[in-house]
């Protein structure tokens, strides 16, 4: 067992392979959520290593440290084996369990999970973590008839979806990104190193050596920051008041592209600018013509230069006006939305931004000028022909080459959804989106604004042993869209889609176990948590949740009476379950990235991918799809069963490849071979061989757009219709860019009281007219309102390293050496102020807590900051490290932290932004201080080690998983299954 600690080489690298002992798979990696494609290389069936597949599109062969690390992961000693439930009489938190098969485990979710749905569905509740199976999860918790469903991003960078989508109809990410094949200027804004990051690398490398500008505005200069040609450093939740000066910056000197704006924005239609009016803050419209779609309506008006007054929008040879006020014929005083949004912005000037930001002022001017010189001077011009949506031919695309990509940075404020409209209405005034060398969509988007799924709206959409009356998740467009009761409260347990956060698209999964232990709204019975560290990582508060998830109420019984965990490793979470689910690893199961979920299009059209299995099954582990599919199909939920009551499908895999979103729609889970014969894409009815198909094609599928599709998307009537005729849009109607948004003003009218219907209870009304602003406008985020500054001055933030991701990967041995624990990150005159060394221990105190750990100056932050990686600090007993290892002592774990609530009147509320629930990661203030002499040299805080649970590989494969991958015949070990 022990002979691999020799010095003698492992492998004769000259001799040549026995024929058929090696073997190369292609499969989709998922050692972070950028999803490349990848060869394995078995020899004699067993995994000697990964590499990049250059057959695929989104990585062309490049890989990273994570995705090659990757033979560490399916060989972790943290690996769950066996289904796990909490000894009779044992505490939850003390990993006390006992192995039992699967028909138990069946057994005893399916009795329990039928009489919820038979009495009350929205006691049950799925969370999950960083899946990419969401349609599948959200379509299980929608047949179940739970309202109470989400995924992680309201804990990640919903702002960043929400808030583009309601601007633009797109956003970054899956769903769009920058086009620096040619673009001459890129703007990176608040991006951690590791988002997306083999496609992000590749294209930045291209950039830089066709002689592009790349300017970094963040905190902390590592990652891609590093090789910016600028480094803008940012005060953390400051970004908004950059990008309104910027803004300011751009219509002061006219460097916006007013064409653009006119025609592919609502930049010229009028708004109703009366305040006593009950319309007031409304767009203005023609009662004498069309609405064409009463959800998109399009009988808006311009205020004509020409004749000097009002005319439908987009009318052939009219001009609006795009400032100053007007009245129409009936008496109405109105403003363009853009003349609005110049009197917004008149205020914020650079010099103002400055004292927030930290900026100097001529910074902000010089960088607003050469965005909008790069802009106007540098035009591109492609021979592409097409058509616009009112029917106006073009020859050419053209493009203003000013690229931006931003995330996590902007987003984890309680500001952040102003900030990212702002964001999005500077690229707007560019004229980049959607064009060559700006932002490009990626199919699925663009999508209307808002996109036309909605939530229920109301509670009689949960009944017993039905499926719930809407979507889990949608897109609230007013008042009428939030799932509330007829007193206005709150019908899901994280209180989305609520007066408390409107527009929670992705959901608020950081409230969900504080509201169920408190009981608020309600009390449940069911938590399933898939793919998520809640008692760690993925959690503010993290010693409170802890005990939460134990806390008893006065029967005894826990608070949270049932928690089901589903994991591939034993994590901190899954110490407190009382049924633990093992799930495999990426390399042992099928598994689909979707058009229906978030699939990997380019920006040329669509793109979807699988992973089929490269390796056996480990243990008695099964993957969480086909768990799913499994109890769909025992709890007979509809769309899993037949019209007789019988199975429907057998198994995952069957599963992806029959079913239809609706009875012969031909829409289903993957795009392509489609077709009995598989010669159809997009569309098409079941093909049995599709896995196969894909399979022998990389496991992905590529649709190319003609080049008249490609570009302009919003207003294409071209792609239009091709998106209706494949059903990726279900209208036609352009998609203009949101300046001033008419959704955020229905609420605010609400709460105004010009809004007949639903108006926000007397202790949110100032909340909604305050956040639901139109135009974008900064605020300091809701926790720094709260803190006193003088004695917490500092921001604290994380973010993920290049080499791991989350949790995932810092138990990977490879990958922990690299980062075995974790510092906090601070500049050399903060840490010499405060009487702190290089390397010493310190303590880092916010208003909720406290951590003691070990600081590294550094001058690649700014002073104002602190910052750390996150999810390195484990635990002790975690993820089978030992209970000694650097990860507990030295690694530590910034969201003891931060709290996941704020005062809120005689209250409390969600510490996340107003409008979506987006969790405020990046708001707490901190002071830090050295550690008395005497103290002891490990993290603080520390919490009594896991026991080692049945089936764990764990064991003498520490010893050994390092240096030799791929021989698996050494002596067995204490819960080593071979």
């Given amino acids: ?31 972070c959520a950028c999803r490349c494609g990848i060869r394995v290389h078995l020899q004699d069936g067993r995994l000697r290593y990964i590499d990049g597949n250059p057959d695929h599109p989104l990585n062309q062969g490049v890989i990273c440290a994570k995705g090659s690390s990757g033979i560490m992961k399916q060989y972790s000693p943290a690996r769950l084996t066996k289904p796990l439930r909490r000894k009779p009489g044992s505490e939850r938190g003390a990993g006390d369990f006992e192995a039992i098969s699967w028909d ?7 009795e329990r999970l039928a009489q919820i749905r038979a009495t009350d569905p929205k006691r049950f509740a799925l969370f999950t973590g960083r899946d990419q199976m969401q349609a599948l999860t959200g379509l299980f918790a929608r047949q179940f008839g739970t309202p109470n469903y989400a995924a992680h991003g309201g804990f990640c960078s919903v ?132 609405e064409v779609n009463a959800m998109y309506p399009q009988n808006k008006l311009w205020w004509d230069r020409h004749t000097g007054a009002p005319v439908a929008t987009h009318t052939e040879g009219a001009d609006p006006q795009l400032l100053g006020s007007f009245t129409l014929p009936d008496g109405r005083a109105v403003k363009p939305a853009f003349a609005l949004l110049a009197e917004r912005v008149a205020s914020y000037t650079p010099a103002w931004a400055e004292g927030i930001t930290g900026i100097p002022e001529a910074t902000i001017r010089r960088l607003a000028h050469e965005m909008g010189m790069t802009a106007r001077d540098q035009r591109i011009e492609l021979p592409i022909a097409w058509t ?3 029917g106006r031919e073009h020859d050419t695309v053209t493009g203003n080459p000013v690229a931006f990509h931003a995330m996590r940075g902007l987003a984890a404020h309680s500001n952040g959804f102003q900030t990212i409209r702002a964001l999005a209405i500077l690229m707007s005034l560019l004229g980049t989106i959607d064009r060559p060398g700006g932002f490009r969509h990626k199919a699925p988007f663009p999508r209307a604004i808002p996109p036309s799924a909605k939530p229920p709206n109301h509670p009689r959409a949960v009944q017993p042993n039905k499926p719930l009356a809407g979507l889990p998740m949608g897109w609230p467009a007013s008042p009428d869209d939030l799932f509330i009761d007829d007193e206005g409260a709150p019908v899901r347990l994280d209180k989305g889609f609520s007066w408390e956060h409107p527009l929670s698209v992705h959901g608020l999964m950081h409230n969900a176990i504080t509201n169920a232990w408190r009981g608020d709204p309600y009390r449940i019975d069911t938590l399933m948590i898939f793919m998520a560290n809640m008692a760690w990582n993925s959690t503010m508060n993290t010693s409170e949740v802890r005990k939460m998830l134990n ?27 009382d049924l633990v689910l093992p799930d495999t690893t990426y390399l042992e199961r099928h598994d689909v990235m979707s058009m229906l979920d978030r699939p990997i299009s380019e920006f040329d059209g669509p793109v979807d991918a699988v992973r089929i299995p490269v390796l056996p099954v480990t243990g008695e582990c099964k993957p969480f799809q086909e768990v799913l599919v499994e109890l769909a199909s025992r709890l007979k939920l509809p769309a899993f ?11 995952y895999p069957d599963f992806i490849t029959r079913f239809e979103t609706e009875p012969g729609s031909g829409i289903g889970y993957l795009a392509g071979w489609r077709g009995a014969d598989g010669t159809q894409f997009m569309k098409g009815e079941p093909n049995p061989r599709q896995w196969e198909m894909y399979a022998k094609n990389n496991c992905v599928f590529h649709y190319e757009l003609p080049p008249s599709y490609q570009y302009m998307r919003n207003w294409n009537k071209g792609y239009m219709e091709w998106a209706m005729r494949t059903r990726l849009r279900r209208f036609g109607e352009p998609v203009l860019i949101q300046l001033w948004s008419e959704e955020l003003q229905s609420f605010r009218s609400a709460a105004q009281g010009k809004r007949a219907g639903r108006r926000p209870p007397e202790h949110l009304r100032e909340r909604i007219e305050r956040h639901f602003d139109p135009l974008p406008f900064f605020s300091l985020p809701l926790e720094a309102l709260a803190t006193d500054l003088q004695k917490y001055p500092l921001a604290a933030v994380t973010q993920r390293p290049m080499a791991m991701y989350h949790s995932w990967d810092s138990q990977n041995a490879w990958l922990r050496q690299i980062h075995a624990h974790n510092y906090l990150m601070v500049n050399p005159k903060t840490a010499r102020a405060a009487g702190i060394a290089d390397g010493g221990w310190l303590w880092v105190e916010s208003q909720w807590g406290k951590v003691r750990c070990m600081c590294r100056t550094t001058e ?7 910052w750390t990686w996150n999810a390195i600090g484990k635990a002790q007993g975690a993820w089978q490290l030992s209970n000694d290892a650097n990860e507990s002592r030295r690694g530590f774990l910034l969201n003891h932290l931060i709290s996941e609530e704020l005062a809120h009147g005689s209250g409390r509320i969600s510490n996340s932004d107003p409008i979506t629930g987006q969790a405020g990661w990046y708001d707490v203030r901190v002071r830090i201080y050295p550690a008395a002499a005497g103290e002891p040299e490990e993290t603080w805080p520390q919490f009594a080690p896991q026991q080692s649970p049945p089936g764990v590989v ?15 015949e050494s002596a067995p070990g204490k819960g080593d299954p071979s």
């Fill in 1 to 31: 067992m022990f002979e691999s600690l020799s010095s003698a080489p492992l492998h004769d690298a000259t001799a040549t392979s026995p024929p058929g002992s090696r073997e190369v798979k292609n499969t989709t990696c998922y050692m």
């Fill in 104 to 110: 138990e485990a069946y057994k005893m979710l399916e």
């Fill in 159 to 290: 702002n960043m979806a929400a808030g583009m989508i309601y601007t633009i109809g797109g956003s970054f990410w899956e769903f769009g990104g920058p086009d620096l094949d040619r673009a001459r200027l890129f703007v990176m804004i608040g991006t951690a190193e590791d988002h997306h990051s083999n496609p992000l690398k590749i294209a930045i490398s291209k950039f830089k050596r066709a002689g592009g500008r790349f300017v970094s505005i963040n905190p902390v200069r590592t990652g891609y920051s590093a090789i910016a040609d600028e480094w803008v450093p940012i005060r953390p939740g400051t970004d908004g008041a950059l990008m309104l000066a910027l803004i300011h910056e751009l219509i002061r000197t006219g460097l916006y592209d007013r064409d653009f704006i006119v025609r592919y924005t609502n930049a010229g239609q009028l708004i109703d600018a009366d305040e006593a009016s009950d319309s007031f803050g409304l767009h203005v419209r023609d009662p004498g013509s069309d």
């Fill in 388 to 390: 616009d949506s009112w």
């Fill in 551 to 577: 806390d008893k109420a006065e029967d005894g019984e826990y608070k949270i009476p049932f928690l089901v965990v589903c994991d591939a490793f034993q994590s901190e979470t899954t110490a407190f379950a």
């Fill in 641 to 651: 069963t037949t019209a007789e009551g019988g199975r429907k499908f057998r198994d």
């Fill in 860 to 866: 690649a932050v700014e002073p104002g900051t602190v």
């Fill in 954 to 968: 764990g064991g003498a494969r520490r010893l050994w998983q390092a240096f030799r991958i791929g021989r698996l």
